[in-house]
T-cell receptor, first 110, second 117 residues
Framework: SQQGEEDPQALSIQEGENATMNCSYK?????LQWYRQNSGRGLVHLIL?????REKHSGRLRVTLDTSKKSSSLLITASRAADTASYFC??????????FGPGTRLSVLP | KAGVTQTPRYLIKTRGQQVTLSCSPI?????VSWYQQTPGQGLQFLFE???????NKGNFPGRFSGRQFSNSRSEMNVSTLELGDSALYLC????????????????FGQGTRLTVV
């Protein structure tokens, strides 16, 4: 069964605004990871958050994890046109390989 | 440190042919996983190799196979190509096998865009 489900499927914002994407999953996890993909290219690893962590920051990125709700959110602050991409969450659990959600397509308009 | 390298970047093949894709992981990484990405199905796991052994396999037909060499480089082969095999094939490299007891960061290559005509 599919683990990660991103929400919304698509998001359009103006440069300088914040973008928030959510990911929900169904079973226990070791960790959850966020990736960015630019227009059919490879996935770029953004951040890994462990199941015992609640929040992590990396530059303009802030990730939260709520294991009780089985959900995570990715916040991109002060967005730039270069942030335009698809964003995926992937969950890792013991005995399973990464399972990816369908992704959120973010468009940052200049 | 060099990233994950996939070759070729683009391929056009005819139905019924076979194709081999290559992935060179980050130096020191022993795990290579392969994924197929299509607009309709998203990212789907194909298989993972760790230390030359297949650790896990996704729900794909036997036409999809792979192997890993002693230097951790991996190849993926698809035989008797079908139109539906057109996709972006991504490989991911990690230090240890995914799905273990720890936490594994996986780094992806740029992918191979396969078009079957």
């Amino acid at each position: 069964s599919q683990q990660g489900e991103e929400d919304p499927q698509a998001l359009s914002i103006q440069e300088g605004e914040n973008a928030t994407m959510n990911c929900s999953y169904k079973t226990s996890i070791n960790n959850l990871q966020w990736y960015r993909q630019n227009s059919g290219r490879g996935l770029v690893h953004l951040i890994l958050i462990r199941s015992n962590e609640r929040e992590k920051h990396s530059g303009r990125l802030r990730v939260t994890l709520d294991t009780s709700k089985k959900s995570s959110s990715l916040l991109i602050t002060a967005s730039r046109a270069a942030d335009t991409a698809s964003y995926f969450c992937a969950t890792e659990y013991y005995g399973q390989n990464f399972v990816f959600g369908p992704g959120t397509r973010l468009s940052v308009l200049p | 440190k060099a990233g994950v390298t996939q070759t070729p970047r683009y391929l056009i093949k005819t139905r019924g042919q076979q194709v081999t894709l290559s992935c060179s992981p980050i130096s020191g990484h022993r795990s290579v996983s392969w994924y197929q990405q299509t607009p309709g199905q998203g990212l789907q796991f194909l298989f993972e190799y760790f230390s030359e052994t297949q650790r896990n396999k996704g729900n794909f037909p036997g036409r999809f196979s792979g192997r890993q060499f002693s230097n951790s480089r991996s190849e993926m082969n698809v035989s008797t190509l079908e139109l539906g095999d057109s996709a972006l094939y991504l490989c991911a490299s990690s230090l240890v096998s995914t799905g273990g007891k720890g936490n594994t960061e996986a780094f992806f290559g740029q992918g191979t865009r396969l078009t079957v005509v």
